[in-house]
């Protein structure tokens, strides 16, 4: 299970560091992913790690300006989010699947989400 927190509320152009801590990862499990859902609208794939060779991928949209890291001493994955845009706002969660290619379908271990409004 994920614990996801660093929600808060900002002004546009502000940050935010996401974190997720895990209690342990799931053997053979290597993808860990930020989600975000936004009101009215579908959960959508934002960035995801490779615990096996640490690559990342990144939603078109956040890229340049969303950095996702992993500390495994704390099993803890972060997501520093500079830039931050009015349609950044949303709960965001993460989880994890085999590999960060998986489908969304294939991600478990969600938490309960933190939130992020952007707003002037």
């Known amino acids: 299970q994920f614990v996801e927190s660093g929600g808060d509320t900002v002004q546009p152009g502000g940050s935010l560091r996401l974190s997720c801590a895990a209690s342990?990862?799931?053997?053979?499990?290597?993808?860990i992913g930020w989600f975000r859902q936004a009101p009215g609208k579908e959960r959508e794939a934002v960035s995801c790690?490779?615990?096996?060779?640490?690559?990342?991928h990144y939603l078109d949209s956040v890229k340049g300006r969303f950095t996702i890291s992993r500390d495994n001493a704390r099993n803890t994955v972060s997501l520093q989010m500079n830039s931050l845009k009015l349609e950044d706002t949303a709960v965001y969660y993460c989880?994890?699947?085999?590999?960060?290619?998986?489908?969304?379908?294939?991600?478990?271990?969600w938490g309960q989400g933190t939130r992020v409004t952007v707003s002037s």
């Open positions: 989880a994890t699947a085999p590999g960060c290619a998986n489908s969304l379908s294939s991600f478990r271990s």
């Open positions: 342990g990862f799931i053997r053979g499990y290597y993808g």
């Open positions: 790690i490779s615990l096996s060779d640490g690559s990342t």
